[in-house]
């Protein structure tokens, strides 16, 4: 409802005096409109093109420049940006912390960025870790995690969960995503979705004893994700011979992430984890059911079957969005 059907709801049934609603609509007519968050998102895409920029110049006028000047603007740059950062920092605290302003948070995403670039560039130019690509790997997440705690920023903390998980699928099966097709398939699946069980693990411990309890939608939104993609991927791409889960296994395991992601959604009024609940659900539900037409041989009844379900299944859809406050328990 807008506010001023609010309004004349309340004066309608005398609830409100009409000086008092004037005051209202007055406030709401002069109220300054908010830039803060388009500021910020601005100021973030401008930190990712100014990277982006600054490497396509680079790269065109290498030969000019020489890789020593590279490498020595790039490390000042990023240490620039972390010295900052650290003069702005706030004390340590398990909760979240105030913030000394924007400035300092982009500044320590954009040295976090350039220490990403820097790494890139030596191992591409000078191989300085040679083939230990988990080296290369884990070397971001083990400097992101600390400083995301220590500066308490999530955007941090996301960058080294997703340095952790490159780590954890280049260790398992190195290069497999170049040069085999079974990418998904074994081992790699496996660690996938334990790791995603284990981010997601880690959230609710960090809400539970107050430990960055803010953290918890981060670790919990990266971890499910993580764990729902490699185990759809898996159930789509189901090829006995390679070790992969069975189907009996990873439908019920999907369902059940899901169930968790729905009823963490409503604890906190999160629609992106409802709908990552509800779309990796649908996904699981009709492939159980394509597959169970398939084995049964059911001819004309499966497809009766498949044409009921499709628009019914749109009708859940649009149910869900209309009822989606509801769900959540927003007022």
């Not at 093109?49 to 790269?59: A, D, F, T």
């Not at 590279?70 to 913030?99: C, D, N, T």
């Not at 988990?134 to 960058?159: E, I, K, Q």
Request: proline share 4%.
């Amino acid at each position: 409802m807008s506010p001023e059907s609010v309004l004349r709801a309340l004066l309608d049934q005398q609830l409100l005096p009409p000086e008092q609603a004037a005051l209202i609509r007055t406030d709401e007519a002069q109220r300054p409109f908010s830039l803060h968050h388009e500021l910020r998102l601005l100021l973030y895409v401008g930190i990712v093109l100014l990277s982006g920029g600054l490497g396509v110049l680079i790269y065109q006028h290498l030969d000019d420049i020489g890789h020593g000047v590279v490498v020595a603007a790039i490390a000042l740059l990023m240490l620039l940006s972390l010295g900052y950062a650290a003069r702005h920092r706030q004390p340590f605290s398990w909760g979240e912390a105030a913030k000394a302003g924007f400035l300092p948070d982009y500044a320590l995403l954009l040295g976090c960025l350039l220490f990403v670039t820097l790494e890139t560039y030596l191992q591409v130019q000078y191989g300085l870790f040679g083939t230990r690509y988990g080296l290369a790997t884990l070397l971001p997440a083990l400097v992101f995690l600390p400083l995301a705690y220590r500066f308490d920023h999530r955007g941090v903390l996301a960058m080294g969960i997703t340095a952790l998980a490159a780590w954890v699928g280049v260790t398992i099966q190195p290069l497999s995503a170049f040069t085999t097709n079974d990418f998904w398939h074994s081992r790699l699946s496996t660690a996938a979705m334990l790791l995603g069980l284990g981010l997601m693990l880690a959230g609710l411990l960090s809400e539970r004893y107050g430990r960055k309890a803010h953290f918890a939608f981060t670790y919990i939104s990266l971890g499910s994700n993580l764990l729902l993609i490699a185990a759809t991927v898996t159930l789509l791409d189901f090829t006995p011979g390679y070790g992969s889960f069975p189907p009996v296994l990873l439908v019920p395991l999907i369902l059940l992430v899901c169930a968790a992601l729905v009823w963490y959604a409503r604890r906190t009024h999160s629609y992106l984890l409802l709908l990552m609940g509800v779309g990796y659900a649908y996904m699981a539900v009709t492939y159980t059911l394509v597959r169970f037409i398939a084995a049964t041989d059911s001819g004309e009844a499966g497809f009766t079957l498949l044409l009921l379900y499709v628009p019914l299944s749109a009708a859940g859809v649009v149910w869900l969005f209309l009822n989606i406050k509801k769900i959540l328990r927003l007022r």
